[in-house]
């Protein structure tokens, strides 16, 4: 069954550093988003992407905050300079033509130090 | 954004009990999703509806999208030790992002 992966499954960083972090969505998707979720706490959206560019973004996603679908098949959510409260689970994922069902990664557990 | 009451927060259920949550919003949806999450892994996909009334199941789940569109719900039947988990609700409005409750963590008792 197709599945959205994600590397690494955890990164620790110290405070200030740039992590980029790197997902695969599912291959025929077309909408690919990134979420976050801090320990014990709801998912909450970032930031959504199609046709190559920012559809939607929260308030969360700020400046230090960007994507990139460098390739046909990456989609990468770049921290520019961590901070500690950057620590927390990503999650990555994709739907496809629909848009509406979306299918998230194992996530990648960001630990900045 | 829209905000999203989900509960009960937690319960403790005995295995073989059905098993039943809910979501409500101030503000209306067009999709109501489900999802179930492990400890340390993404949510998964349990169960999508696209209309408003609409009840649909997968295997023991059953879920509905309430009339309003600002409510629904979902029930587990005869539950099982592997039911354990956090389940959280989504709703999607016009836009590509999902709203997503709080979650509520179920306890099987064997």
């Known amino acids: 069954e197709p599945e959205v992966t994600q590397t690494p499954s955890h990164q620790v960083t110290q405070m200030g550093q740039e992590v980029i972090l790197r997902c695969v969505p599912i291959?025929?998707?077309?909408?690919f988003y990134w979420y976050r979720q801090i320990l014990g706490q709801k998912v909450e959206f970032l930031v959504s992407?199609?046709?190559?560019?920012?559809?939607?973004k929260s308030e969360i996603f700020d400046d230090q905050f960007s994507v990139e679908r460098p390739d046909g098949s990456n989609f990468t959510l770049k921290i520019r300079s961590t901070k500690l409260e950057d620590s927390a689970m990503y999650f990555c994922?994709?739907?496809?033509?629909?848009?509406?069902?979306?299918?998230f990664g194992q996530g990648t557990r960001l630990t900045v130090v | 954004g829209q905000q999203l009451n989900q509960s009960p927060q937690s319960m403790f259920i005995q295995e073989g009990e059905d098993v039943s949550m809910n979501c409500t919003s101030s503000s209306i949806f067009n999709t109501w999703l489900w999802y179930k999450q492990d400890p340390g892994e993404g949510p998964v996909l349990l169960i999508a509806l696209y209309k408003a009334g609409e009840l649909t199941s997968n295997g023991r789940l059953t879920a509905q999208f309430g009339i309003t569109r600002k409510d629904s719900f979902l029930n587990i039947s005869a539950s099982i030790p592997s039911d354990v988990g956090i389940y959280f609700c989504?709703?999607?409005?016009?836009?590509?992002?999902?709203?997503f409750g709080a979650g509520t963590t179920v306890t099987v008792r064997a």
């Open positions: 989504a709703g999607q409005l016009n836009d590509y992002k999902l709203s």
């Open positions: 291959s025929n998707h077309l909408y």
């Open positions: 994922a994709s739907s496809g033509p629909g848009w509406r069902d979306a299918f």
């Open positions: 992407f199609y046709n190559n560019e920012i559809s939607e």
